[in-house]
């Protein structure tokens, strides 16, 4: 008599046969010196960021896509943005790289303002674009989050892709959850980013975040307005104020 068995069966009768020994989904820990090596190499990656970045501040991080081009109109409009916030005295900071990022220090460096990138090590897409005041090459991503929120007294929000949402919702939680204090964020234009808008409210809606929790940032199209909501919310609101700072340990202005 023969006994027919679908292929979910057949699988789960091969696993039932299996050792203990041949059933290993995860490899496990690696030695306790390739995890050593990474926790160094994690320190040196911080302590070149706070070297390069120590007297950069108070910065105002605008995060967004690499992917578009001089004479796109979002990179005309970062430029213009990025421009007219570095005239409030801010320092202008992104990832460093081209598109959004380049569009961002560009306006900074036309209009006299000071800009940094914090730039991320990858195999394509990425490099330091040249309208920086100083850089510094990170090989995290977590890391280079990190410096990106630790400098800054405000965010703007370009459109981009996974990244640029990644390093919102990232400032967002630390300033939802009060691991950092209530900086301002900028999401800018409103046709691009009206489905996480949406999605937002949706999570509100559901009471997933607390009602005033759409409170924490600025939806808008205007230039003018984001300018004066970062003004209100960073300068006025945490007294920021122009001081020469003292250098120490060799650092570079």
């Known amino acids: 008599m023969e006994v027919y068995v679908n292929e979910k069966e057949l699988s789960l009768i091969e696993i039932c046969r299996m050792t203990k020994s041949e059933i290993k989904f ?10 050593f090596r990474f926790t160094v190499n994690v320190l040196l990656d911080f302590i070149r960021g706070f070297r390069a970045l120590h007297f950069a501040g108070p910065c ?17 409009k970062t430029e213009e943005l990025a421009g ?11 990832g460093g790289g081209p598109g959004i990022m380049e569009a961002a220090n560009k306006g900074a460096k036309e209009v006299g303002g000071r800009s940094v990138g914090c730039n991320i090590i990858l195999p394509h897409e990425q490099h330091e674009n040249i309208y920086l005041d100083k850089w510094v090459n990170i090989k995290y991503f977590f890391v280079r989050k990190t410096l990106l929120i630790k400098y800054s007294y405000a965010f703007v929000v370009m459109p981009g892709g996974f990244g640029t949402l990644d390093e919102y919702f990232e400032a967002l939680t630390l300033i939802q959850t009060k691991m950092i204090q209530e900086f301002p964020i900028v999401i ?45 919310n960073s300068i006025v609101k945490f007294k920021l104020q122009h001081e020469k700072p003292k250098r120490w340990l060799w650092e570079q202005r």
């Open 188 to 232: 800018f234009d409103t046709e691009f980013h009206k489905q996480v808008v949406a999605h937002i409210n949706t999570m509100k809606a559901a009471g997933t975040i607390s009602p005033t929790d759409t409170d924490l940032f600025l939806f808008t199209d205007s230039v003018d307005e984001a300018v004066a909501y970062l003004q209100k």
């Open 84 to 94: 007219k916030i570095a005239q409030l005295g801010f320092t202008i900071m992104t």
């Open 60 to 76: 105002v991080t605008i995060f967004g896509s690499a992917r578009f081009k001089d004479g796109h109109p979002y990179y005309e």
């Open 26 to 35: 995860l490899a496990g820990p690696q030695s306790r010196w390739q995890e």
